[in-house]
């Protein structure tokens, strides 16, 4: 706009000569020209002619006083590129695109966009009339049309399709009632085989051993099934399912035992040990920290590794599910805030095979 009125101030100015000096105006022009161009030479020798927006507005406000005709023999530029200069100085004059123009409301800020999506978040029968409402008591006031079109552009559902936990949450409130049940084997040092059964606790993530032996049969697993429901007699929560899979050992006695405390027993589908993904994970856990590092010697010394892991496992072992507390853990520990200067004490377990690590008292 300014480049544009100066512009049209330098036609005024170069104007006026040629309306009292008709005769000579042409010729004061082209020596103008002719000056303008040895300055703009002299500005860079050494190197092709740059015309600054200065020179072009200069050159373009000249040529109105010279005839069309001695554009060729005047100008150091073509014609076409004077007349170029001179569409571009206007169409910048009417180009509003780099102008800020502001219309309608003004933008919603981006701390109460924010708080629209968390209040929607947090109360999933709370429609945007409703959130509307609660941002009024809070001193936001907005208009509900402004709250619906916020949650569509934060994909938010509307309240009816938001009521009743997510997946997520339906998945964690689950698992607090869940215990998972599978054998695992152990080749021992000669080769033979013994097989153990384990059960996880789905919420605490407790991991519960019940006992080791070479021919597991149907009575066996029974017994195995009696010794974790009197184990499991101090839960304050009970637990409402058992999770197995479809080994012939599991028999209908196997099932009566949890079935006598209120326990439904859950049945995977064939061949999908995915379903039972929390069991095969420990029992992974098991093989890569201990059987992977040892040799078993006997079905008495699997059962003395497989309880001490048990008991590492509950009290020390940090678990990320848990926010990296052991599943026995009650309360987290204090953070510690600088240097300590207590000593730092290491627990051997298994003869070096896990470590445990605390300060001393």
Known sequence: MITSMVYRATRALLSVPAVLLRSD????????????????LRRQLGGPARYEPADRLWLAALSSLIPRRHWNRIFPVTPGTLLAWHRRLVA?????????????????????????????????????????????????????????????????DPAPRRTGPSWRDFLASQAEAIIAADFFHIDTITGSRLYALA???????????????????????????????VDLGHRNEPLVYVLRDRDSKYTSSFDAVFEAEGIDVLLSAPRAPRMNAHCERVIGTIRREVLDHMLIMNEAHA????????????????????????????????????????????????GGTINEYRYAA
Not at 25 to 40: C, F, I, P, Q, T
Not at 201 to 225: C, D, F, K, N, Y
């Open 25 to 40: 105006s042409a010729k004061d022009a082209e020596l103008l020209v002719l000056w303008h161009e040895n300055a703009v």
């Open 92 to 156: 910048r004059k009417w180009d509003y695109t780099n102008r800020r123009r502001r219309t309608g409301r003004p933008p919603t800020a981006a701390a109460v966009r924010k708080l629209v999506v968390r209040l929607a978040k947090e109360n999933p029968g709370w429609d945007h009339r409703r959130i509307q409402g609660e941002l009024a008591q809070l001193g936001h006031p907005i208009a509900s049309s402004t709250v619906w079109k916020i949650l569509r552009a934060a994909d938010v």
């Open 199 to 229: 059960f996880l606790e789905h919420g605490s993530r407790q991991l519960h051993i019940t006992g080791v032996t070479a021919p597991p049969t149907a009575q066996w697993a029974t017994q195995q099934a009696r010794n974790l429901t």
């Open 303 to 350: 059962r003395q590794v497989l309880a001490a892991y048990q008991d590492h496992y509950n009290r020390h072992r940090p678990h990320r599910s848990r926010a990296q507390q052991p599943p026995a853990a009650q309360d987290p520990p204090a953070p510690r805030h600088g240097p300590n200067t207590r000593a730092l004490l290491r627990t051997r377990i298994l």
